[in-house]
């Protein structure tokens, strides 16, 4: 059956077979493949994001507006402080991964575990700020009026500073009650009622003379327009058809309805990947601690999270930038 | 690094701190730039976008660069996996903004200027 072997003239060559071409093991290849492939996924959801971006192009919220928190300073304008510091966390998570993973070459057990529990730290308290982030986004601070077009208008003073709803409503200028499930034919409540019905919000801005409203179109110098008195008067009277506090996945006081959408759909699916990549780190934590790559003299697998963990801080840093940068 | 190499593998310590210094530097330029929003960066328009935006993004690809090259140690690995890795990930997404930036200005132009109102 010799003259069944075909000799190809490539023996010994580099792809000739027998051989490790990519000199990469199996699992790390793999994980680099899986990485490549969830980089596309994000990229589809960011290039969706930023296709709804240049379709309302004039009337996309200004990131500034709307990122402006920072704990214990209520009421201070503070934009980007927050996220910056939820990046530097990321990324010194990442450094002490990266650090973990040298420690394992060397085979230094201690060393590893050490930077280890210091990448889950890093992991656990960016989870927490996120959640922190989500919390003012959901909440909003000033609340806005959405009109029978979908957009959305928000209040201003004579100065320009934003007006939140709760101090232009007259509370009692209409009477609508909440429709509970008990009283209805099909036995389904609705959602809770905003704090202030728009009857409410009409009449408080007629009686303040000092208000006015601020659209969400851009002008030339890429700040909201603001209508004069009459206008305001006019456009609130004709358009405005409800109240919107904070955002949900029907609506945002921010603007397009899609800016909330994208925004909990982005940062939910990486804060997803950095729950997960918390998780795996645990795992992998708890077999160093046991010596599990001690015993094997090898410590690849803390490598292997390593590159999933970079993965998640590289994906931050796009949408950092694509979310509140630009 | 599974290659048997793990006896004596040199610590790379200072790099990976050069790189956190580096990585760091270029965040904080990105805040900084990102709250001043100096005018004539963003009032210059370059391809049909602002300045700013254009030095936010080549700055990101900069960071992508330091945590992919030294952080994911793409730099250590052959020639044939990273271009495996980089050149997939960089036409595909290159084709995929082309395609969706240039699909959702034409759908601005339309909302802007045709006769159907949209804002009603």
Same mark, same amino acid.
Not at chain 2, 76 to 93: C, D, M, S
């Given at each position: 059956?010799?003259?069944?072997?075909?000799?190809?003239?490539?023996?010994?060559?580099?792809?000739?077979?027998?051989?490790?071409?990519?000199?990469?093991?199996?699992?790390?290849?793999?994980?680099?493949?899986?990485?490549?492939?969830?980089?596309?996924?994000?990229?589809?959801?960011?290039?969706?994001?930023?296709?709804?971006?240049?379709?309302?192009?004039?009337?996309?919220?200004?990131?500034?507006?709307?990122?402006?928190?920072?704990?214990?300073?209520?009421?201070?304008?503070?934009?980007?402080?927050?996220?910056?510091?939820?990046?530097?966390?990321?990324?010194?998570?990442?450094?002490?991964?990266?650090?973990?993973?040298?420690?394992?070459?060397?085979?230094?057990?201690?060393?590893?575990?050490?930077?280890?529990?210091?990448?889950?730290?890093?992991?656990?308290?960016?989870?927490?700020?996120?959640?922190?982030?989500?919390?003012? $986004? /959901?909440? !909003?601070?000033? +609340?806005?009026?959405?009109? &029978? @077009?979908?957009?959305?208008?928000?209040? *201003?003073?004579?100065?320009?500073?934003?007006?939140?709803?709760?101090?232009?409503?007259?509370?009692?200028?209409?009477?609508?009650?909440?429709?509970?499930?008990?009283?209805?034919?099909?036995?389904?409540?609705?959602?809770?009622?905003?704090?202030?019905?728009?009857?409410?919000?009409?009449?408080?801005?007629?009686?303040?003379?000092?208000?006015?409203?601020?659209?969400?179109?851009?002008?030339?110098?890429?700040?909201?327009?603001?209508?004069?008195?009459?206008?305001?008067?006019?456009?609130?009277?004709?358009?405005?058809?409800?109240?919107?506090?904070?955002?949900?996945?029907?609506?945002?006081?921010?603007?397009?309805?899609?800016?909330?959408?994208?925004?909990? $759909? /982005?940062? !939910?699916?990486? +804060?997803?990947?950095?729950? &997960? @990549?918390?998780?795996?780190?645990?795992? *992998?934590?708890?077999?160093?601690?046991?010596?599990?790559?001690?015993?094997?003299?090898?410590?690849?697998?803390?490598?292997?999270?390593?590159?999933?963990?970079?993965?998640?801080?590289?994906?931050?840093?796009?949408?950092?930038?694509?979310?509140?940068?630009? | 690094?599974?290659?048997?190499?793990?006896?004596?593998?040199?610590?790379?310590?200072?790099?990976?701190?050069?790189?956190?210094?580096?990585?760091?530097?270029?965040?904080?330029?990105?805040?900084?730039?990102?709250?001043?929003?100096?005018?004539?960066?963003?009032?210059?328009?370059?391809?049909?976008?602002?300045?700013?935006?254009?030095?936010?993004?080549?700055?990101?690809?900069?960071?992508?660069?330091?945590?992919?090259?030294?952080?994911?140690?793409?730099?250590?690995?052959?020639?044939?996996?990273?271009?495996?890795?980089?050149?997939?990930?960089?036409?595909?997404?290159?084709?995929?903004?082309?395609?969706?930036?240039?699909?959702?200005?034409?759908?601005?132009?339309?909302?802007?200027?045709?006769?159907?109102?949209?804002?009603?």
């Amino acid at each position: 059956m010799e003259a069944t072997v075909v000799r190809t003239g490539t023996e010994g060559k580099t792809w000739g077979g027998g051989n490790e071409p990519l000199k990469s093991s199996y699992g790390k290849m793999m994980m680099w493949f899986f990485i490549v492939s969830d980089a596309l996924t994000f990229s589809a959801f960011l290039a969706a994001y930023g296709f709804s971006r240049f379709k309302f192009m004039d009337s996309w919220p200004i990131a500034d507006e709307v990122f402006n928190h920072f704990p214990f300073l209520h009421g201070v304008d503070a934009p980007m402080y927050y996220v910056a510091l939820m990046t530097f966390i990321l990324i010194f998570s990442s450094v002490t991964m990266v650090l973990a993973v040298d420690a394992g070459h060397q085979l230094n057990k201690a060393k590893v575990t050490f930077y280890m529990f210091l990448t889950i730290i890093g992991g656990v308290i960016f989870l927490g700020s996120q959640a922190w982030e989500w919390k003012n $986004f /959901i909440n !909003g601070t000033y +609340g806005a009026v959405y009109t &029978t @077009g979908g957009n959305v208008l928000q209040f *201003i003073d004579g100065d320009g500073h934003r007006v939140a709803l709760a101090d232009i409503a007259v509370p009692g200028a209409s009477d609508r009650v909440e429709h509970e499930a008990k009283n209805g034919i099909w036995f389904e409540a609705e959602k809770a009622l905003p704090s202030y019905s728009i009857e409410e919000v009409k009449a408080g801005f007629a009686a303040n003379p000092d208000l006015l409203i601020r659209t969400q179109i851009m002008n030339e110098e890429g700040e909201k327009t603001i209508l004069s008195r009459e206008e305001s008067l006019a456009k609130l009277d004709s358009e405005a058809i409800g109240v919107v506090e904070g955002a949900n996945l029907t609506r945002n006081e921010y603007g397009p309805p899609l800016f909330g959408d994208f925004f909990f $759909f /982005i940062t !939910g699916f990486h +804060g997803f990947h950095v729950f &997960t @990549g918390v998780l795996i780190n645990i795992i *992998i934590f708890f077999n160093v601690i046991l010596g599990t790559y001690e015993r094997r003299k090898n410590y690849e697998m803390v490598e292997k999270v390593g590159l999933y963990w970079h993965f998640v801080d590289l994906v931050w840093v796009f949408v950092f930038t694509f979310f509140y940068l630009v | 690094m599974a290659h048997g190499t793990a006896h004596h593998h040199e610590s790379n310590t200072k790099r990976i701190w050069t790189v956190f210094v580096i990585l760091s530097i270029v965040t904080l330029i990105e805040v900084v730039l990102g709250i001043l929003k100096p005018e004539f960066l963003t009032d210059t328009s370059f391809l049909s976008m602002s300045l700013l935006n254009w030095i936010f993004i080549i700055l990101t690809i900069y960071k992508a660069y330091y945590i992919a090259w030294s952080f994911m140690h793409l730099e250590g690995e052959t020639k044939g996996l990273r271009r495996a890795i980089v050149w997939t990930a960089v036409f595909l997404i290159s084709y995929l903004i082309f395609i969706l930036l240039t699909e959702g200005d034409y759908i601005y132009e339309v909302f802007k200027s045709n006769h159907v109102a949209w804002d009603f």
